[in-house]
Nanobody
């Protein structure tokens, strides 16, 4: 049974930093990443990392966010720096398997950037 457990969200002032973590279990994941959904908006990709370390970022977070993963403990991290109010959203951990081809989601963690 696949489980994704997220932690690290919260309230931070503009310009501040947060680090999200997602511990995964139950499979070997080809890619892991983070999506976010703000009120009234569609869920969007924030960053993704392959098992080999290749990364992909949304243009809006390039240079501010860094994704990393530790395959030994099946955990993916998102270091978020220089946070802006528009980064406010629920952040969801995502993990993909190839065989079978499936997407798995965490429960979501709230990130609020406000003064």
């Amino acid at each position: 049974q696949v489980q994704l457990v997220e932690s690290g969200g919260g309230l931070v002032q503009p310009g501040g930093s947060l680090r999200l973590s997602c511990a995964a279990s139950g499979s070997i994941f080809a890619a892991m990443g983070w999506y976010r959904q703000a009120p009234g908006k569609e869920r969007e990709l924030v960053a993704q990392i392959s098992r080999g370390g290749g990364t992909n970022y949304a243009d809006s977070v390039k240079g501010r966010f860094t994704i990393s993963r530790d395959n030994a403990v099946n955990t993916v991290y998102l270091q978020m720096n220089s946070l802006k109010p528009e980064d406010t959203a629920v952040y969801y951990c995502n993990a993909k398997t190839i065989v079978p081809m499936r997407n798995y989601w965490g429960q979501g963690t709230q990130v609020t950037v406000s003064s």
